[in-house]
């Protein structure tokens, strides 16, 4: 039988145990400020009517402070060190660097959909936002991707617009629509 050997004090610390995850503090931290934020912001709503048991602002504190106890609890748990699991998951290959090609192509379609949907309109920006995203994802068949774009983005147009009473930008198509 073997005694156990001291540990060596001329070992660095790092090897003792993990080091917290520090992006998880940031996170805690964000969620705090959202939440204290949605607190102060909910202070200023109106009262609302004097027959409402509940107020407009009673959601805003629960919501706010329930980020705040998140938040809190997150801090805690990354102290303790726990540490968020990587991705299990049968598609992702977690071997593989990010592809930034794809990731920039989303992005700029994302950025002409903002860009352009006060000018053209909510109905031909979805089209072009779902056919541009199918595409960079990887379909070629650029005339079904419009198409099905448009059949998504016309319904979507009527049922906010006309379903939900919501108005959403026609841009260019305004009276056709």
């Known amino acids: 039988m073997t005694a156990a050997t001291p540990?060596?004090?001329?070992?660095?610390?790092?090897?003792?145990?993990?080091?917290?995850?520090?992006?998880?503090?940031?996170?805690?931290?964000?969620?705090?400020?959202?939440?204290?934020?949605?607190?102060?912001?909910?202070?200023?709503?109106?009262?609302?009517?004097?027959?409402?048991?509940?107020?407009?602002?009673?959601?805003?504190?629960?919501?706010?402070?329930?980020?705040?106890?998140?938040?809190?609890?997150?801090?805690?748990?990354?102290?303790?060190?726990?540490?968020?699991?990587?991705?299990?998951?049968?598609?992702?290959?977690?071997?593989?660097?990010?592809?930034?090609?794809?990731?920039?192509?989303?992005?700029g379609v994302l950025l002409a959909t903002v860009v352009l949907i006060d000018w053209l309109g909510w109905a031909i920006v979805g089209a072009l936002l779902f056919a541009g995203a199918a595409t960079v994802l990887g379909n070629r068949h650029w005339v079904r991707n419009l198409a099905i774009g448009t059949v998504l983005s016309v319904t979507s147009w009527y049922g906010f617009y006309v379903g939900l009473g919501i108005p959403i930008p026609a841009g260019v198509l305004d009276g056709i629509l």
Request: zero cysteines; glycine letters at 14%.
């Open 7 to 107: 540990p060596d004090p001329t070992e660095p610390a790092e090897r003792a145990g993990p080091r917290p995850d520090r992006a998880q503090y940031g996170l805690a931290a964000f969620l705090a400020l959202v939440g204290v934020w949605t607190v102060v912001d909910s202070a200023g709503l109106d009262p609302g009517f004097a027959d409402q048991v509940v107020g407009p602002a009673a959601f805003g504190y629960v919501i706010g402070s329930g980020l705040v106890v998140l938040a809190v609890l997150l801090a805690v748990a990354t102290a303790r060190g726990d540490r968020a699991e990587g991705e299990a998951g049968e598609d992702v290959d977690l071997d593989r660097a990010t592809d930034w090609r794809t990731l920039g192509g989303l992005a």
